[in-house]
Nanobody, 115 residues
Framework: QVQLVESGGGLVQPGGSLRLSCAAS????????MAWYRQAPGKDRELVGR???????IYADSVKGRFTISRDNAKNRVYLQMNSLKPEDTAVYYC?????????WGQGTQVTVSS
């Protein structure tokens, strides 16, 4: 089992940047596929980006070229670097870990993009 804690959210102006961090407790972090999801008010939760155990990466079309997901297995962390932020990026961002079909979620961190 793994516990996930996100940090790094906040209020940023359009065009700004934020870096989200997800700290994982427990063992075998490197065996987990990690992902970031987001959920805006009144909308379904959606995948933002995913990084596999071999660091293969996919992104949602809406964030390609602006967001970068990465992982540091030595520190049990996964990151989401968000650049050129837009108001439509406003959402609660969730860290997700998956291993063998079992999925774990963090509590979420709020990102608000507004002038």
């Amino acid at each position: 089992q793994v516990q996930l804690v996100e940090s790094g959210g906040g209020l940023v102006q359009p065009g700004g940047s934020l870096r989200l961090s997800c700290a994982a407790s427990g063992n075998f972090f490197s065996y987990y596929q990690m992902a970031w999801y987001r959920q805006a008010p009144g909308k379904d939760r959606e995948l933002v980006g995913r990084i596999t155990t071999t660091s293969s990466i996919i992104y949602a079309d809406s964030v390609k070229g602006r967001f970068t997901i990465s992982r540091d297995n030595a520190k049990n962390r996964v990151y989401l670097q968000m650049n050129s932020l837009k108001p439509e990026d406003t959402a609660v961002y969730y860290c997700n870990g998956n291993r063998g079909g079992v999925s774990y979620w963090g509590q979420g961190t709020q990102v608000t993009v507004s002038s």
